[in-house]
């Protein structure tokens, strides 16, 4: 479980509020949900033979002996949550974002972590293909607003109509070239066969060309929904990489399932993944509820994303006595009170310690309250880019206008 010190903690912020600003655009409100659930839930939704469930999950026991877990994912419970609280009596679509930590017990390497954070969205109700290309634009603006490119990778897994078939004729053909696969995927035919086309074994890789591709056994009406949704894609100018070995590893997902991978990342790519489940809500008890959605790994995004603490900003009051340090705080305050960033010595250092200490931290200007400055009534102003010096008045700074000055 990693720390965030500043500036990635910053970083991680900037991030955030781009997001929050484009959902709050795109129609999206924000759920606030437990980190723990009831462990049975994300076995129940998540699937009982996913990675997830069999092997990452932090389970921990309350003291009535019930099984928690630390939340996985987010969509379990949004969409448990739904169901409680009968979010569809105002009517359908119901838009949520949430953002937050994710807990998973895996092997820690670059990108992954056992406590990460995820920004998620789910669009309730709507069976529409527009609504999986909307989420996947709303995906894709929040990563150009960061300036992360990435590249949609794009798929489709039918539904309960198309793909029992489908994994019937995997699966046979999985038994007959098990041998060759490698150990992980020999226990997966039984278990998880869809797994098996997401291994990213070269050996397997090289069996799966020739595995039976869901494509070619979707039902007519998994078939349209996929063909329109790559219209409204490129309509709007995305080009998704068609990879028809792409699946999830949770269960729940029906036809679309997408990632957002970025080619400057290593092995752990995916920024963002999502796709549509349109049984989940359903299986959690509630009316059968189509939905779609998708998860932003902020780690990831945030491996991508530069820190911006070159940007000079505010003003360090700097003072050169005892007596100019209290009227340094005042000044400071008054600045802070008109919205302005404003600092002020609190190491009891010397005046050229405090005008280092303006630089180093970022600030556009230094304002001196020297003994003369007190006698006089004026203040000394340095803009710390330019290195220029110049007078100005109390009044002068405080009325903001730091160009007009002099
Ligand atoms: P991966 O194939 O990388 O394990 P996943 O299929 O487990 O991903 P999801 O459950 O779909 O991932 O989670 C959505 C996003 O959350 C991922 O695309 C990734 O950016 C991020 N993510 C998932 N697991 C971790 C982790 N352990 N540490 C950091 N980020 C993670
Ligand atoms: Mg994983």
């Known amino acids: 479980m990693e720390d965030i010190l500043p500036p990635r903690s910053k970083t991680m912020r900037r991030l955030e509020e781009i997001a929050r600003e484009l959902l709050a655009l795109y129609g999206y409100d924000e759920i606030i949900l437990p980190v723990m659930e009831q462990a049975e839930l994300y076995l129940r939704s998540i699937g009982e033979e996913t990675d997830i469930v069999q092997k990452e999950m932090f389970i921990l026991e309350d003291r009535a002996g019930r099984k928690l877990a630390l939340r996985p994912e987010a969509t379990a419970g949004?969409?448990?949550?739904?169901?409680?609280?009968?979010?569809?009596?105002?009517?359908?679509?119901?838009?949520?974002?949430?953002?937050?930590?994710?807990?998973?017990?895996?092997?820690?390497?670059?990108?992954?972590?056992?406590?990460?954070?995820?920004?998620?969205?789910?669009?309730?109700?709507?069976?529409?293909?527009?609504?999986?290309?909307?989420?996947?634009?709303?995906a894709l603006h929040i990563l150009k607003r960061a300036d992360i490119p990435v590249e949609l990778r794009l798929n489709t897994v039918g539904d309960a109509s198309c793909r029992p078939s489908y994994l019937r004729e995997l699966l046979g053909f999985l038994r007959k070239r098990g041998e060759q696969l490698c150990g992980e995927c020999q226990r997966r035919i039984e278990r998880n066969p869809l797994r098996v086309l997401d291994c990213k074994e070269p050996r397997c890789r090289e069996i799966l060309k020739e595995a039976p591709l869901i494509h070619d056994s979707l039902c007519a009406e998994c078939r349209a929904h996929w063909e329109e949704l790559l219209d409204?894609?490129?309509?709007?100018?995305?080009?998704?990489?068609?990879?028809?070995?792409l699946v999830r590893g949770l269960d729940y997902y029906t036809r679309t399932v997408f990632e957002l991978v970025s080619p400057n990342l290593g092995a752990q790519n995916a920024v963002a993944a999502g796709g549509r489940y349109d049984y989940l809500i359903e299986e959690m008890g509630g009316k059968r509820t189509p939905a779609v959605g998708f998860s932003l790994g902020m780690e990831r995004a945030l491996l991508l994303m530069g820190d911006r603490d070159d940007?000079?900003?505010?003003?360090?009051?700097?003072?050169?006595?005892?007596?100019?340090?209290?009227?340094?705080?005042?000044?400071?305050?008054?600045?802070?009170?008109?919205?302005?960033?404003?600092?002020?010595?609190?190491?009891?250092?010397?005046?050229?310690?405090?005008?280092?200490e303006a630089d180093r931290r970022n600030f556009q200007y230094a304002v001196i309250l020297g003994e003369e400055e007190l006698a006089g009534g004026y203040l000394t102003l340095k803009d710390m880019a330019e290195g220029v010096q110049r007078t100005t008045s109390w009044d002068g700074l405080l009325s903001g206008n730091f160009e007009a000055m002099e």
């Not at 609280?85 to 670059?110: I, N, S, W």
């Not at 409204?232 to 070995?245: F, K, M, S, T, W």
């Not at 802070?336 to 010397?350: H, I, N, T």
């Open 232 to 245: 409204v894609l490129r309509q709007q100018g995305v080009e998704p990489l068609i990879d028809p070995l």
């Open 311 to 356: 940007i000079r900003e505010g003003v360090y009051v700097v003072a050169q006595s005892e007596t100019a340090r209290r009227q340094a705080l005042n000044l400071a305050m008054e600045l802070r009170k008109r919205g302005l960033r404003a600092e002020v010595d609190v190491m009891r250092r010397s005046l050229k310690a405090q005008m280092r």
């Open 78 to 138: 949004v969409a448990r949550a739904f169901v409680e609280h009968g979010m569809d009596r105002g009517g359908l679509p119901v838009k949520l974002f949430y953002v937050g930590p994710m807990f998973r017990h895996e092997r820690p390497q670059a990108g992954r972590y056992r406590q990460f954070h995820q920004l998620g969205v789910e669009l309730i109700g709507p069976a529409s293909p527009e609504a999986d290309a909307e989420t996947i634009l709303l």
